[in-house]
């Protein structure tokens, strides 16, 4: 047995000394390098993070930024606010004679409480910091969520792709793939997620109260019979005289009703989107409140350029009611 040992020694020590160095072998190419000279030794395989947690997703989040969405076009794209503040310059003025009761209450409600809530240039900011839209001023250390129109972009530009390939496919095709629509769909999910947080979802029920406030004044029956016009006159008519004699300016009221509309339910889609579970209804959903969002803003588009003086007017407005009242207790 000894003459055996001696024998093969010298090999035994080899196959012991190369155990020793695998053993010791840390997967690290750089402290290989001081255990065995050997730093290559790599399949440039990579880790695709399979097993690990999925990136969160906050439907919470994403819902407040489909608010926000809602409230930028209809309270200031489409100006329901500055409407109802000229409403209300009209009766502290005396052009509109509202007797005392529940409308005159809301009406002076409404005045008490203006300081109180969001300024154009507040809502213009948050409009900036989560949907990259308009010219609000931002505080240095706030994010602007310079991502979100390029993925909102590419989410529309795959759905009509897709939309485009089903209404062609050859009868041999079975299906059209969605998953480009799916994807754009889940960057949303990620972008909204991390952008629409904070303050906003704080601000956001302020925000809305002031918007339903000022819809009840607009939808009053004694200022829809004053400031309406025709035999049908409603909130949407109101909204339309009061900007063309206040702001020289006519929106496209039923546009914007649809983009806010549909929009919201673009929101309300991502927020709930799950690709295991999304029904072919849902999805067919989704691509038709996409299809009612791209016709509305292209209207929307093509009427732009009529909106020149609404700013100017808005602040002739500010200026009377600075004067009547004081500036420090008349602040838009």
């Keep these: 047995m000894a003459d055996i040992l001696e024998k093969y020694s ?12 695998e053993a010791k072998n840390s997967g690290d190419p750089v402290t290989n390098v001081y255990q065995n000279g050997s730093p290559f030794s790599f399949n440039y395989a990579v880790d695709y993070f399979e097993t690990a947690d999925e990136q969160g997703i906050d439907a919470e989040n994403i819902l407040a930024a489909g608010t926000l969405y809602y409230l930028k076009t209809l309270a200031d794209d489409l100006g329901i606010l500055r409407v109802a503040d000229a409403v209300l310059m009209r009766w502290t003025s005396g ?10 209450s809301k009406l002076y409600s409404y005045y008490k409480l203006r300081d109180e809530y969001t300024s154009a240039e507040e809502r213009a900011m948050f409009y900036k910091i989560v949907l ?15 991502d979100f ?30 998953s480009a629509v799916y ?18 979802k704080a601000i956001l029920p302020e925000m809305y109260k002031q918007f339903e406030k000022a819809i009840s004044i607009i939808d009053d029956d004694a200022v829809k019979a004053q400031l309406g016009w025709g035999y049908r006159r409603s909130m949407w008519n109101v909204i339309e005289r009061v900007s063309q004699e206040e702001f020289n300016y006519k929106p496209n009221v039923s546009s914007m009703r649809t983009a806010a509309v549909s929009g919201h339910k673009i929101f309300a889609a991502i927020a709930g989107f799950d690709e295991g579970l999304m029904s072919e209804s849902a999805f067919q959903d989704l691509l038709h409140n ?12 093509e009427s732009s350029g009529s909106s020149g003086s609404v ?5 002739d407005i500010e200026e009377e009611m600075n004067e009547e009242f004081g500036e420090d207790d008349w602040d838009f």
Excluded at 10 to 21: F, G, P, Q, S, V
Excluded at 290 to 301: P, Y
Aim: charged share 25%; aromatic share 8%.
């Design 10 to 21: 010298e090999y035994l020590a080899l196959a012991y000394t190369n155990a020793l160095k």
């Design 95 to 104: 052009m509109l004679d509202i007797p005392q009761g529940s409308t005159a």
């Design 132 to 146: 990259n839209v308009g010219d609000g001023e931002v505080l240095d250390e706030m994010a602007v969520n310079t």
């Design 149 to 178: 129109t390029p993925l909102w972009d590419t989410l529309m530009t795959e759905s009509v792709k897709y939309i485009d390939k089903y209404e062609q496919k050859d009868s041999n095709f079975s299906s059209v793939s969605k």
């Design 183 to 200: 994807q754009a769909i889940k960057e949303l999910q990620y972008n909204l997620t991390t952008y629409s947080s904070g303050m906003v």
């Design 290 to 301: 996409i299809e009612s969002f791209i016709i509305a803003q292209s209207q929307l588009g």
């Design 311 to 315: 700013q100017r007017e808005e602040e």
